[in-house]
């Protein structure tokens, strides 16, 4: 009974650990984006399956009995891949759903459909704002060319263009509220820019912000 646990989550790494000490095989699948990732209990395979129909044929020739998709909310593709192979081999899928994180009372958030949407959102704000960027190491670039001052924390260094006035902080959840307000303190942020990514592991930062700052 080998459970496929498609990962890159805490959740996945949770999810690994419980299931192996209710006595199933499981294998933990990573994309591979992070030299040094966390490593989940169990067997590992690391890199893309060669989309859906790459899924469908590990399915196949591993035996795998069901597949849980613990992938982050905004991986997409691999969850459609697994959607689609998962139908293809008719093996079970359970995938599991973070709820989105709300705004609270008092809170001023601009929601924005993508990062380059969300960078206009920033550009016409005085160049002495400072900006925590916490969106990943992909996409940076689209705050490049902008005067503001930048703070973007990441598991890695980005890859692309980055904006003159730009610190990169390499750290990775979760994240502590206390170590969250020290943070904001300390970098005097004004505007946070975050995927909604939703679950409790990297929460505290909406709550962190001192006074004046919004999303
Ligand atoms: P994506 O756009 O949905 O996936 C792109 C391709 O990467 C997939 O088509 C697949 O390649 C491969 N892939 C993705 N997740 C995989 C996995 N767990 N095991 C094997 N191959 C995988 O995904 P993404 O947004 O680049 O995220 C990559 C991984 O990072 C995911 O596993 C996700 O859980 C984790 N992650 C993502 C974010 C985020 O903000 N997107 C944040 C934290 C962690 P093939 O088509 O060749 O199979």
Same mark, same amino acid.
């Given at each position: 009974m080998k459970v496929l646990i498609l990962g890159g989550t805490g959740e996945g790494r949770l999810l690994a650990s419980e299931l192996m000490t209710g006595g199933l095989s499981v294998v933990s699948s990573l994309?591979?984006?992070?030299?040094s990732p966390r490593l989940p209990v169990g067997d590992l395979r690391v890199g893309g399956f060669g989309g859906a129909a790459g899924l469908a044929e590990y399915l196949r020739t591993e035996g795998i009995f069901a597949v849980v998709d613990?992938? *982050?909310?905004?991986?997409?593709r691999i969850t459609a891949n697994a959607a689609a192979a998962c139908r293809t081999t008719e093996t079970p899928l359970l995938v599991l759903h973070r709820p989105a994180w709300h705004p609270a009372p008092g809170d001023n958030w601009t929601l924005t459909p993508d990062i380059p949407a969300a960078a206009a959102q920033i550009?016409?704000?005085?160049? *002495?704002t400072n900006v925590l960027v916490?969106?990943?190491?992909?996409?940076?670039?689209?705050?490049?060319?902008?005067?503001q001052r930048f703070i973007m924390r990441a598991v890695?260094?980005?890859?692309g263009e980055l904006p003159d006035h730009c610190e990169i902080l390499l750290d990775r959840g979760p994240f502590t509220l206390e170590g969250e307000r020290r943070l904001f303190a300390a970098k005097d942020v004004h505007k946070l820019v975050t995927k909604?990514?939703?679950?409790?592991?990297?929460?505290?930062k909406l709550t962190a912000p001192v006074s004046g700052a919004s999303k």
């Open positions: 994309a591979g984006r992070v030299s613990a992938t *982050h909310p905004f991986a997409e550009a016409p704000l005085p160049p *002495h916490t969106t990943g190491r992909q996409e940076t670039s689209a705050f490049a060319g902008l005067p890695e260094r980005p890859d909604n990514s939703g679950g409790p592991m990297t929460a505290a």
